[in-house]
């Protein structure tokens, strides 16, 4: 069984620049979740995408966007970056449209600096 | 808007002591999930326990919830060092396919 896993695991840009991150799911799992951690805080969710739609969304604004591709891999693209998009960035994959109602398994996470 | 909140934000024990954390909720549950976080990497799925469930044990980790007080404990026994991480209590929201998170615990655990 293969695990969650992202990619870059650090990342450093600068203010209004545009970044793309990269989730794989786990093995089986059709459902991708992202999410938002600042520092000393809980995660906040983005939002889910099952099966290559967007499947619910969280208080983050249009320039948060995402894909989840037919192998169920998925990407988080932030344009125009605020100093306050700092944060560690959680991928989490789950099975089954309301993913939510079962463990979800994420990954390592990517940190990203923005200067 | 955070669904729970844990208490306390903050724990250090001794290896060999129990260590309990708290977290308040304020909506209806279909469950309840703990994980945990190590230094700022990802989180592990430690336990889920149900809205008709009172109890669930997983090794040396025993989950209670009152849905009455709309609270959850999650208490490690026999702590080790290894157990230093960060304890989040999660909840799913009903309509939007997110699981909400609570500020997290700090354990220390010192040898």
């Known amino acids: 069984e293969t695990g969650v896993t992202q990619s870059p695991t650090h990342l450093i840009k600068t203010r209004g620049q545009q970044v793309t991150l990269r989730c794989s799911s786990q093995s089986g799992h059709n459902t991708v979740s992202w999410y938002q951690q600042a520092l000393g805080q809980g995660p906040q969710f983005i939002f889910q995408y099952y099966r290559e739609e967007e499947n619910g969304r969280g208080n983050f604004p249009p320039r948060f966007s995402g894909l989840q591709f037919p192998n169920y891999s998925s990407e988080l693209n932030v344009n125009a970056l605020e100093l306050d998009d700092s944060a560690l960035y959680l991928c989490?994959?789950?099975?089954?449209?309301?993913?939510?109602?079962?463990?979800?398994?994420f990954g390592p996470g990517t940190r990203l600096t923005v200067l | 808007s955070q669904q729970g909140e844990e208490d306390p934000q903050a724990l250090s024990i001794q290896e060999g002591e129990n260590a309990t954390m708290n977290c308040s909720y304020k909506t209806s549950i279909n469950n309840l999930q703990w994980y945990r976080q190590n230094s700022g990497r990802g989180l592990v799925h430690l336990i889920l326990i149900r809205s008709n469930e009172r109890e669930k044990h997983s090794g040396r980790l025993r989950v209670t919830l009152d849905t009455s007080k709309k609270s959850s404990s999650l208490l490690i026994t026999a702590s080790r060092a290894a157990d230093t991480a960060s304890y989040f209590c999660a909840t799913p929201s009903s309509n939007t396919g997110k699981l909400i998170f609570g500020q997290g615990t700090t354990l220390q655990v010192k040898p």
């Open positions: 989490a994959s789950s099975l089954g449209e309301r993913g939510y109602y079962n463990e979800q398994f």
